[in-house]
């Protein structure tokens, strides 16, 4: 059975997106039965074109993707989410969207905060860094989840170990 992790932002243009990438490309290459889709409480509409770019560079296939609200997520005929994880920056006081659950119940619920990349300080040539940066620092917590047996953990496991990777 599929294991299904849901990435939420505010906007649903960058960090979400890019984790969701991440997630796919690389249980893709280690063959793992795991799928990640991404949205947002407010979605812009667009993905933003640097995590396009950064994605695209590092070879992670982006045709599939696009910003889209939350909700659908909480549908009947939506994918049973094992786990919903926010990206967004409550550091920096920003709102990140809550997720009540699905037709399939409560998911796991973990928090993995990223500054968002697309207000980056530089120009242009900063935003490209924060994205990359934000790329690579949510591969690598994807990396640590993706390393989990999934479909052994129940929800509390995957509680506490989406609270772990967190803390990295």
Known sequence: MTTHVLFLCTHNSARSVL??????????RLGLDVQAHSAGSAPSGRVHPCALEVLGQAGIDTAALNS??????????????????????RAAAESCPVF?????GQPAKGHWGYPDPSLAEGGEAGRRRAFELTRQ????????????????????????????????
């Open 100 to 104: 009540f659950g699905g037709p399939a």
């Open 137 to 168: 620092a949510l591969g690598y917590r994807v990396l640590q989840l993706l390393a989990l047996p999934l479909q052994r953990l129940d929800r509390a496991g995957l509680q506490a170990a989406l609270d772990a990777i967190g803390r990295t």
């Open 19 to 28: 984790a969701e990438a991440m997630l796919n490309h690389w249980a893709g």
């Open 68 to 89: 889209k609200r939350w909700d659908g997520f909480a549908a009947d005929g939506a994918p049973p989410l094992s786990a919903v994880v926010t990206v967004c920056d």
